[in-house]
C-alpha cells in the first residue's frame, strides 16, 4: 500500500504537523512519497521521495495551481491515499483534488476502523465510520489524532512543475491580533462560553475568577458576538493556554476550543449536558446549570 | 446580480444523539431542528452585499433535504433572502457530500450565479467538502473559512482565517463561490413583519431526481458514541452539594485553594 502526503509550509517553513503524517502512514504500514509546495529549508527531514514545487513560483495559497501540482505526484506515484492535514490549507485544497481525481474523501479522520475510517460528527459528540468506495482515497487528518513521527533523513527531492496560472490572487498575511492579558502565563483561567447565556451574565464569571486569583478566557462565539475582546479567546484561532486550573463555563469542547487547553493541569467543566465532548478532557464535569453553579461556587469560596 | 446561498438544517448540538434502525446515521425522532450556524453567517453575507448594492442583486436560497428543511428556508427568506429553492430529497441522509454538491451544481449551473455563499461546514456531519465541490463542478474560483467579506467591481476580496489567528487576503473575480466561517458578521434576527413577508416569498421544489447523476463514494458503515476515555468524575444532584464536592476535590487534587 503506498500514500502520498501533502505537506504543508507557511512563510517558507514546514509546518510542524505535517509529521503527524508520517505518524498515520506508519499505522497503515503504508509505503509514503510527499509533495510539498515550499523551497529546499522546508524540507522535511525524511529519507524517501518529496515531490517539491517551488512556492515562489506557485504561492503558498494557489489552489488552482496546487491542486494539479498534487495531481502530478499522484501520476507518478500512484497511491492508494492522498493524505492532508485537516486545517485550514487541507480542507480547502483536499476536496478540489478529490474532485480532479473523481475520488472519494473522508474528512478529520480520527482513526483506522474495522472497513473503513472512523472520523467524529455532530460536533464532536458521535463518531462515525465511513468506507470509501474506489480509488485513490483523499483524507484528511485530525490535528492531534495521530502522534507526529519524524522519519528522519534526507530527502530524495523531485521537482514539480505545472504550467499555467491560478485564479485566485494571493495578498498577503496578517498577523493574529493579541490584545488583553496574556493568558498563556495565567495559573488559572475560567472561561466563558456560549452557555453563559448573554453578556449581562459575563460578571458572574469575572467574580470566580476574581475569587480564584485567575484571569477570564472565553470560547469563540463569546468574542464573535462581542461579548469579550478577541484577545480572550482560547482556542486554535485564539491563545493556546496551559494553567494550573481551567475552568470551562458552558463550553461544549469542540475540539478547536480543545486545541487550546487540554494540557492544563486540572480541567473543571459547568455543562448542563452531560454528555457535552468537553467531559472527554475534562478531570471534574459538574453537570448544572453554569448561573446556579457558578455563583454558589463563587460565594463558597468567598468565605 | 443573482446571488446563491446554500443552506442545511441540521439537528440542535445539544440533542442527545441515537442511531437509527441501520445503525450508520442518527435516528431524528426527538431532535430539534435548526439552520446551520454556518449557513446563517452565509445568508447574512448575502444580505449585507443586496444591501450594500442597494436591494438589485437576487438572494436565491437552497436547500437539499426531506420536507422538514422548508423550516430553516423560511428562516433564509425572513432574514432577508428574495426565493428559495427546495430539492425535495426524502433520502438526502443516504447521499455523500460529494453527491450533495453534485446536486446543488446541477441546479445552479444554468442559473448564472455570480456570488455563491456556504457555509464551511455543517454542524453534524462535518465533511468541509460541499462549497468546495460545487464551485469544482462549477468551474468558479473558491475561497474557504473566509472571515471577512468585501465586493467591488465584479471582484471579491476576502480573508481567510489560518491557524493561530493569522489571516491570508485572497482576492477573485466573480463568478465566486466563498465558504463562510464563524464570525463572518452578526446574523440579523428576523422580525415580525419580515417573517410575515417572507410566507408570501416563493418556495419553488424540485424532486431530486431531477438533479442528481451521481453515484455514492462513500458508505456509512457506523453511528455510535465515542468511547469514554477514562474521563473524570461526574458530579450531578444538588448544587449546594456540587459546590462541596467540587471544592474537596480542588483542595484533594490542586494546589490552587489555600
Ligand atoms: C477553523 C475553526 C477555528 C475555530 N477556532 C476556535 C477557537 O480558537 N476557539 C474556540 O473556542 N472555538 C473555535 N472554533 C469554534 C468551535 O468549533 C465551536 O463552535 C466553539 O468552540 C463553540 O463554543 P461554545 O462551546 O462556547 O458554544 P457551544 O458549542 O454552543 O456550546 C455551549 C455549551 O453550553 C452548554 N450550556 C448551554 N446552556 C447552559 C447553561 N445554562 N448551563 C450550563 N451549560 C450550558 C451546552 O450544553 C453546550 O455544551 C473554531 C471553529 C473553526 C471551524
Ligand atoms: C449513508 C449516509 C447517511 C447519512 N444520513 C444523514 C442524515 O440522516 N441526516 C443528515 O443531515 N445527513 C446525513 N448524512 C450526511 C449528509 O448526506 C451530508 O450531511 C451531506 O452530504 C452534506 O455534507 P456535509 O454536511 O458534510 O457538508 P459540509 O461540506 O460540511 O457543508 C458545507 C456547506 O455546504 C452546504 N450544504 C451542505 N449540505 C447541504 C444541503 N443538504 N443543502 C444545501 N446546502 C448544503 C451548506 O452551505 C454547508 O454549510 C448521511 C450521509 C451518508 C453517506
Known amino acids: ?303 | 446580480m443573482k446571488i446563491l446561498v446554500c443552506v442545511k438544517q441540521v439537528p440542535d448540538m445539544e440533542s442527545r444523539f441515537r442511531p437509527d434502525a441501520a445503525g450508520v446515521w442518527y435516528a431524528e425522532t426527538d431532535l430539534a431542528f435548526r439552520v446551520n450556524e454556518y449557513d446563517e453567517y452565509a445568508i447574512e453575507q448575502a444580505v449585507l452585499l443586496k444591501e450594500q448594492l442597494g436591494g438589485e442583486p437576487e438572494i436565491t436560497l437552497l436547500s437539499v433535504g426531506p420536507d422538514r428543511v422548508v423550516e430553516a428556508i423560511k428562516k433564509g427568506l425572513a432574514m432577508g433572502a428574495d426565493r428559495a429553492v427546495h430539492v425535495r430529497d426524502p433520502a438526502a441522509h443516504l447521499k455523500d457530500p460529494f453527491q450533495i454538491a453534485s446536486i446543488i451544481a446541477a441546479y445552479a449551473k444554468g442559473e448564472g450565479f455570480d456570488v455563491i455563499f456556504t457555509g464551511m461546514q455543517s454542524l453534524d456531519r462535518g465533511s468541509t467538502q460541499v462549497g468546495v465541490a460545487v464551485a469544482e463542478a462549477l468551474g468558479y474560483p473558491c475561497a474557504t473559512t473566509v472571515v471577512a467579506f468585501e465586493y467591488a467591481d465584479g471582484t471579491v476580496t476576502v480573508k481567510r482565517e489560518l491557524e493561530g489567528g493569522v489571516k491570508g487576503t485572497v482576492r477573485l473575480k466573480t463568478p465566486a463561490l466563498v465558504t463562510c466561517q464563524l464570525g463572518l458578521n452578526q446574523p440579523r434576527y428576523p422580525t415580525l413583519p419580515n417573517i410575515m413577508k417572507a410566507k408570501k416569498k416563493e418556495v419553488a421544489v424540485i424532486p431530486v431526481e431531477q438533479l442528481l447523476q451521481e453515484e455514492a463514494r462513500l458508505v456509512l458503515a457506523q453511528f455510535s458514541a465515542p468511547a469514554k476515555k477514562g474521563g473524570g468524575v461526574v458530579l450531578e444532584g444538588e448544587v449546594a452539594d456540587q459546590v462541596d464536592r467540587l471544592i474537596g476535590i480542588l483542595k484533594d487534587k490542586t494546589a490552587v485553594l489555600r
Not at chain 1, 497503515?28 to 524517501?48: F, H, K, Q, R
Open chain 1, 1 to 303: 500500500m503506498k500514500v502520498l502526503l501533502v505537506g504543508e509550509s507557511r512563510d517558507g517553513k514546514l509546518l510542524e504537523y505535517s509529521y503527524e503524517l508520517f505518524g498515520f502512514a506508519s499505522q497503515l504500514g503504508a509505503e509514503t512519497a510527499m509533495v510539498l509546495i515550499g523551497n529546499d529549508a522546508a524540507l522535511p527531514s525524511y529519507g524517501g521521495t518529496v515531490y517539491l514545487a517551488d512556492a515562489g513560483k506557485y504561492g503558498e495559497y494557489n489552489p488552482d495551481l496546487h491542486k494539479r501540482l498534487v495531481q502530478a505526484a499522484v501520476e507518478r506515484e500512484k497511491p492508494d491515499y492522498v493524505v492532508f492535514m485537516h486545517t485550514s490549507y487541507g480542507w480547502d485544497l483536499a476536496p478540489r483534488v478529490a474532485a480532479l481525481l473523481k475520488a472519494p474523501q473522508v474528512s478529520e479522520v480520527v482513526a483506522l476502523a474495522e472497513g473503513g475510517f472512523e472520523r467524529p460528527c455532530c460536533s464532536q459528540k458521535m463518531r462515525q465510520v465511513v468506507r470509501p468506495v474506489g480509488g485513490p482515497v483523499v483524507l484528511t487528518l485530525q490535528g492531534g489524532a495521530f502522534p507526529a513521527l519524524v522519519p528522519g533523513g534526507a530527502p530524495l527531492k523531485q521537482t514539480l512543475e505545472v504550467a499555467g496560472e491560478g485564479r485566485t490572487e494571493f495578498l498577503g498575511y496578517e498577523a493574529a491580533v493579541r490584545k488583553g492579558v496574556d493568558l498563556t502565563r495565567a495559573e488559572i483561567i475560567v472561561s466563558a462560553g456560549r452557555g453563559v447565556g448573554k453578556k449581562e451574565n459575563l460578571p458572574v464569571i469575572a467574580e470566580l475568577a476574581k475569587v480564584l486569583g485567575g484571569e477570564v478566557g472565553a470560547s469563540r462565539p463569546v468574542v464573535d458576538s462581542g461579548w469579550m475582546e478577541a484577545g480572550a479567546q482560547v482556542g486554535v484561532t485564539g491563545q493556546t493556554v496551559s494553567p494550573k486550573l481551567y475552568v470551562a463555563c458552558g463550553i461544549s469542547g469542540a475540539i478547536q476550543h480543545l486545541a487550546g487547553m487540554k494540557k492544563s493541569g486540572f480541567i473543571v467543566a459547568i455543562n448542563k449536558d452531560k454528555d457535552a465532548p468537553i467531559g472527554e478532557v475534562a478531570d471534574v464535569l459538574v453537570v448544572a446549570d453554569v448561573m446556579q453553579f457558578v455563583p454558589a461556587l463563587t460565594a463558597k469560596l468567598a468565605k
